[in-house]
């Protein structure tokens, strides 16, 4: 297959320019006339992208916001083709983020704001109704505070009235004496700071509060002058929303910017504060008389009062950025058409561990990119494994694909805090459920050898239950940790930790005067726990036929390929304790590959199997 670099946009659209100003969120920065997509893709995928910039409908179809309808804002340049590799460019220069805004046409009601929940629930069935965007849109030009609102609507007076605005503007700058009305609060809080003689503001205590710019304010338009441009929408941050045609006309009125501020920038006849319900995008195009009844009845509606005016209907335009689109729906679009799309990880802490197919490699920096765009702030790194486990260890080899490179986090399972480090030892959290159910099958008179116990996340839930654990694991790391761990839980009065072979370690405690004890036994080791079964064969055969024993429950995990796994389990479990009545409870834990399941199998150590003679060599 021949791979070549491909700079382009995910989607090939009728491109259109980013209005310069926005009615209902701050204005951002203007963006750049060019930008590159920088991906990876076959020939095959790069002559599907042709099909696509030439057949540009085959996307009407999808209804909802999707990255294959609206427009671009973008101006695209067509680049020829390069055989660059992903590995030649930063993490930052694998895609523009920009490239990913789309802007949706959309009819809106303008309805006061009193009155917007109400209509809401009335005309929800013919809303817009998108995942993350809010029906109701906020229009700060028509925004009014409530002392002036009250000032305004005095005995029902309509706004439209000459009189009334002038004399509105008149105490508006200071002059209202000549019409024998008294100040509002907020404008005789105005008077004050201009008037304020040399004891400064000690005669008015809070007005210096009051008066004072609002820091995070002046920050913000302080980086949109720098040129590093202004955050955008508030506390969603993925959309902004413009009014861009108005039925009632621009030019009639008089023009109310000196009354209500330069940053209005809505009807020159307003009528007080106001919302937007956004209506489906099917009405997107149609006018007044198209659209349904429910919509026509409520627009005839007046309530006759000059704060609450009739329901009107407007044309506006709904940009939604990168921050909006799913993972999923990103990839998609970057990835060559076909390919499946690796959205499925495992969690470790902050850590996102991928375990990548061949077909994603070319492609793995920027999956890690876009997964840990769409996680933050609770994914911080994102890894993924380039071999099998191999050694006695357990440990994973890793690669970090983003994000920071450390690799030691903290998982909370089952209300405990466990410090892990992926480089030198073994984590699952997709066993965290089977971890679980296992240790409810315990007892407060039991006492739990974990002959494989990792960093001990059965361990230590199993010694908040029982009398008391004994825990084993060969790699000293794993130990370490397991006992940072015990302390942070302050569990380390139950648990006694071993670091020995595993063989081994069962020997020295049936060996013991703790053998008595012992009424649990897990071996958490899929890959090999049934080979070390063969260290139970003649565990008590030295013990005094009279002194009395209550034989374990064992607990082993493995492997089966086959098409009856229990059947398969079952089988080399006999095999390993030579020994063919073992009465076992099989059940399947998970499917961890196509074919090949992980299974937990419990049984009681027969009494033939403890006491066994030794075989002789021959």
Known sequence: MVVKLVLRPPHSLPLSTLPSKFLIFPKIPSLPKRFLVVSIFSATAAAQIHTQISNPNNSSNFYGPSLRKGTHPLTLQSHPPFTKTEDDYDDDDLFNEESFSRVFDIAALRVPAKDCFALESRLRGHLLNWPRIRNIGRVPGDEVEAELAELLANQGRDLEDENVLA?????????????????????????????????????????????????????????????????RWGKSEFSVLEVVDDEEGEGEGEDLKGLLGDEFEGRRKWRGSTRLLLLDERYAKKGVEELPEAIKVAMKENTGTSMRPAFELVRCKLTVFYEYWQMNEILEALLPEGMIVPSAFETVGHIAHLNLRDEHLP????????????????????????????????????????????????????????????????????????????????????????????????????????????????????????????????????????????????????????????????????????????????????????????????????????????????????????????????????????????????????????????????
């Open 167 to 231: 004399s509105l503007n008149r105490r508006m700058y200071g002059k209202s004496e000549g019409d024998g009305e008294p100040f509002s609060p907020v404008l005789y809080r105005e008077k004050l700071a201009k008037t304020f003689d040399s004891r400064g503001y000690v005669k008015f205590r809070n007005l210096a509060r009051m008066s004072r710019p609002n820091q995070r304010k002046k920050r913000g338009d302080e980086e949109g002058e720098g040129g590093e441009g202004k955050k």
């Open 363 to 618: 492609y793995k920096k920027l999956i890690a990119k876009v997964i840990l765009d769409k996680n933050k702030p609770k994914i911080q790194t994102v890894v993924n494994k380039i071999d099998a486990i191999h050694n006695d260890y357990r440990t994973m080899q890793l690669e970090v694909l983003a994000g920071n490179r450390s690799l030691v986090t903290t998982v909370v399972e089952n209300g405990l805090r466990f410090h892990v480090d992926l480089a030198t030892v073994y984590w699952n959290s997709r066993l965290a459920t089977e971890r679980q159910r296992l240790v409810n099958s315990f007892t407060r008179k039991d006492v739990v050898c974990d002959v494989f116990t990792g960093v001990g996340p059965i361990a230590m839930s199993a010694a908040r239950i029982v009398k008391r654990v004994y825990a084993n694991d060969l790699n000293p790391n794993a130990i370490e940790y397991l006992e940072r761990n015990s302390v942070i839980n302050k569990l380390e009065r139950k648990i006694k930790v071993f670091n020995m072979d595993g063989r081994r370690f069962i020997g020295a405690m049936f060996a013991s005067d703790k053998a008595k004890s012992i009424t649990q036994v897990v071996m958490n080791l899929p890959n090999d726990a049934a080979e070390y079964l063969d260290a139970f064969r003649g565990i008590l055969v030295d013990r005094p036929t009279e002194e009395e024993f209550t034989l374990p429950m064992i607990h082993v995990y493995g492997f089966s390929k086959a098409q009856d796994p229990e059947f398969d389990f079952h089988q080399r479990i006999r095999i390993a304790l030579s020994e063919a009545a073992v009465d076992v409870e099989m059940r399947r834990v998970r499917l961890v590959a196509p074919g090949k399941w992980m299974l937990c199998a419990s049984f009681n150590l027969p009494k033939s199997v403890a006491y066994a003679k030794p075989t002789l060599d021959m």
